[in-house]
């Protein structure tokens, strides 16, 4: 091949590349907006929680990002001090990732969580949806463990871990542990 | 040998017809006419280039398309780095696949701007490296996916499979390699051409079920991405062209111009000129070098397709090709009767006189490398001593039209030499053992070397050594040209 060809198609591909790394690399999980607290008033037998609807928010490293639908749980979160007597389902808000939105609803009882099922996970494409089964397990037996959104993320699974603990954490923020 | 001074076949010469040009010399002045050919062979190189760096930005845009989905530039753990590895190798292989497609597609600017031969010589030269990287991506996925699922690459391999589309991209994969092992030359050698053709064709199988996971399975190329729109548009390109010029012209073609065999004419052992009616023939286009993928459509001939060039510039309904039996196929094609209806792929090919570059011609041919050469003479508006015509043959059996190319010499004013006899064995040469000790060289056949223009057309081995020695004595690259006679 002529090194005109070869010189022309390497400086060419380059500036590809480079306009290609400018595009591309956006976070995978864009963290849901800060919510406005749970309310889950009243310190006996059931009550309702309901959370701050939808919100829109932009996560910090530039990319925009609908996250945040209106989630409900129900329960009681207690309002003492510690909020530890919280009993009930909570489910977490949607966490909007490449490959889908993710979200976990949490069964507490007397302030400890006993449960996470994951209501939606990331869906997009045979191979992702192959991960996130791998992964949801793994993600909550650690959660159980935890009994917080302080867990590892699941390798190969980054971005089903990250909505994972997103939607957990908010659910954990509703129940008021 | 049968005595043809002339085509028989030949029309007499209307107005405006080539033989008429032939006969008197152009008008226009040898410098002009010069500078004519460097700013065209400029321009074909300059498209020509542009060609090759479309192809490399092509690759570049595959992996950009990676680059620019949302976590490659989070890529973490060693599981990761597999894994958007094997991404972009079989994002980089598709594309090139599709790259070959396009050179394979015969499309007329490609055949224009490189020869169709060159075109071929490329694809040729993808087909290793593109395996190689599609089993790269296989490999590094399994093995990317199961350092993620800690599990081994036996067991991500089952897992793959029950993904949906993929034992479909296990196929494709399998029909490549099947394409590629079949086309290595050792392998080629042995297998009979329609064989090998049968097994090739696959590979538009393989393309075509190799996309499903591509778009299912994969990240890259999902839903609402302006990757997967660009992939699809890709695939839309390549295939659209083939269909277009590969199957849908060549019928046009065909139906167009109602081709049937009119005579066959043993000219030499195991060679037969082949005369062809049929409408409007001059209107095909061919001009002087070019050849065409014939079809006979006999019982015995149909299934094998031949490439053949034109042993004269086609006229307004007579057209002759020129055929040596070198293979099953071509033998049979000395019985072929009157009457037999004729498809014809083409004409394709940059052996012509467009392709010139310098002021003068230089031609060599050998044995039935002849045909192209005698065309191209004849096609070719030529000044007295402008042209020299170097005939090759390692006897006097193998001087098919020679006395053709002696007659249009003669009509032309152009210089003719003759070398007969067995290639030396003394050293590697193109000459024979007599001339080589008498010192003949390129440049004193040639004298004018440098400044010519110089078409090499015979048996691969021998024409590689003339070119050698042509580059060797300093002529420019963009001065050789070499009809190779492959599909």
Known sequence: MRARVVAGGVVSSIAVLVIGWQLGGQPAVTAPAQQSTTSGSGTTGTGTGTSGSGSTGTSGSGSTGTSGSGSTGTGTSGNAAGGSSA???????????????????????????????????????????QISQQAAPILRQEALQAQSAQIQSVSGATYTSEGYTTSLQSAIDKAGL | MIDTARPAHRPEPRDGDDRVRAAAPPAEPLDVAARRRRRAGRRRSAVADLLGILAWVSAAVAVTLWLASP????????GGWLTDAGIVAGLVATDLVLV????AARVPLIDRTFGQDNAIAVHRSLGKPVLYLLLAHGALLTLGYGASAHTGPIAETIALFSTPDMPLAYLGLGLFLAVVVSSLVAVRRRLPYEAWHVIHLLSYAAVLVALPHMLSVGSVLAHGTWQRVYWIAAYVLALGLIALYR???????????????VGVEPIAPGVVSIHLAGRDLDRLGARGGQYGVWRFWTARTWWHAHPVSFSAVPGRDRARITVRDLG??????????PGAFVSLEGPYGLFTSRARTAPSLALVASGIGITPVR??????????GEATVLLRGSDADQQYLWHEVADLAAT????????????????????????VRRGVTLRSVFPDLLRSDLYVCGPRAWSDLVVRDARLAGVPEHQIHQERFES
């Open chain 2, 328 to 337: 099953a196929g071509s033998a049979r094609l000395g019985r072929i009767t």
């Open chain 2, 247 to 261: 199957f849908a012209l060549p019928v046009v073609v065909t139906f167009r111009h109602r081709i049937r065999v």
């Open chain 2, 71 to 78: 976590g490659s530039h989070a890529v973490s753990g060693i």
């Open chain 2, 412 to 435: 032309t004013g152009s210089r003719l030499y003759a070398m007969v006899g067995h290639r030396a064995r003394s050293r590697e040469t193109w000459m024979t053992e007599e001339d």
């Open chain 2, 100 to 103: 070959m497609l396009v050179l």
């Open chain 1, 87 to 129: 009993s009930g389902t909570f489910a977490g808000d949607t966490a909007q990732t490449q490959y889908g939105p993710v979200q976990v609803q949490i069964t507490v009882a007397n302030g400890k969580i006993t449960d996470v099922t994951a209501l939606q996970l990331t869906d997009q494409g045979g191979r992702s949806v």
């Open chain 2, 375 to 384: 065309a191209l003479l004849e096609d070719t508006d030529l000044r007295p």
